[in-house]
C-alpha cells in the first residue's frame, strides 16, 4: 500500500513566523501534491511537482513555496505566516503513468491542521 | 478552466433510504475520481472512473461516469450509518495529472 506521511497532524503558529510542511511517500511516485481545504471550498491546489527539483505553481500559490530535493519528499513553506493560512494541508502522490488511460489516483497523507495565531 | 460541481453539498438521508450524488464539470476529461472522508481524517479513495460508460460498484455504493453529459454519480443503496461521511469527486486535468476538486457533499445517514 501506498503510504503517505505528513510530518505533523496539528501545528500552532504566529503571524510571520516562518513555516515548514514536510510530506513524505514511500512509493517512489514522480507526482506531489499540495492542496488546502477550507469549509465549503473543498480542497485547492497550492503546488505540485512532476520530479526532484522541478516545481508547477497551482491554483493558488500566493504566499507559499515548495522544495523538492529527494524525490520521496514534497515540503510546503509559509514564508511569513499570516492567519488567513489557518487550515487543514493535505499532501498527495501519484505515479507517472503514460497518457490518460492510466489511473493517477492520488494517495493523500493525514492531513496537518494549522493554525495560525 | 475545469470547474466541478456536486449536488446536493448536504444530505441527510434515512437508514434503508436510496440516494444519488450528482458530479458535473466544465470541460472535457476522461478522468474521474471519487473520494471518501470521514471527520479529521484524509481522503480515502473509493472509485476511479476513466471511460465514458464506467460503472465500479463497492458494497453499497455505485459510481457511473458519461462523459459526454460530463456527469458522474454516486449512488448509494439501502443506506447505513457507517456511510456518513463527506464524498468527493475530482476530475483529471487534461494536462498533467493533477485534479479539480468538487466542494464535496456532506452525508448523514441517521436510523
Known amino acids: 500500500d501506498v503510504k503517505v506521511t505528513q510530518s505533523s497532524r496539528y501545528l500552532v503558529k504566529r503571524t510571520g513566523e516562518k513555516v515548514f510542511l514536510e510530506c513524505v511517500q514511500d512509493m517512489d511516485h514522480e507526482n506531489m501534491f499540495w492542496y488546502r481545504q477550507d469549509p465549503g471550498l473543498g480542497l485547492r491546489l497550492i503546488y505540485f511537482?512532476?520530479?526532484?527539483?522541478?516545481?508547477e505553481k497551482g491554483d493558488i500559490p500566493e504566499g507559499y513555496s515548495v522544495s523538492r530535493e529527494k524525490k520521496e519528499r514534497f515540503s510546503l513553506i509559509l514564508e511569513s505566516a499570516s492567519t488567513n493560512q489557518t487550515s487543514m494541508y493535505l499532501c498527495a502522490s501519484t505515479q507517472l503513468a503514460g497518457g490518460f488511460s492510466s489511473y493517477n489516483e492520488q494517495f493523500f497523507g493525514p492531513g496537518t491542521r494549522l493554525t495560525v495565531l | 478552466e475545469l470547474k466541478v460541481e456536486q449536488n446536493p453539498l448536504f444530505l441527510s438521508m434515512q437508514e434503508g433510504k436510496n440516494y444519488t450524488i450528482y458530479c458535473n464539470y466544465s470541460t472535457t476529461s476522461d478522468r474521474l475520481y471519487w473520494y471518501r472522508q470521514d471527520p479529521g481524517k484524509s481522503l480515502e479513495s473509493l472509485f476511479v472512473?476513466?471511460?465514458?460508460?464506467a460503472v465500479k460498484q463497492e458494497g453499497r455504493l455505485m459510481a457511473s461516469l458519461d462523459t459526454k453529459a460530463r456527469l458522474s454519480t454516486l449512488h448509494i443503496t439501502a443506506a447505513v450509518h457507517d456511510l456518513s461521511a463527506t464524498y468527493f469527486c475530482a476530475v483529471g486535468r487534461n494536462s498533467g495529472y493533477a485534479l479539480n476538486f468538487g466542494k464535496g457533499t456532506s452525508l448523514l445517514v441517521t436510523p
Open positions: 511537482s512532476y520530479d526532484v527539483k522541478m516545481k
Open positions: 472512473l476513466l471511460s465514458n460508460g
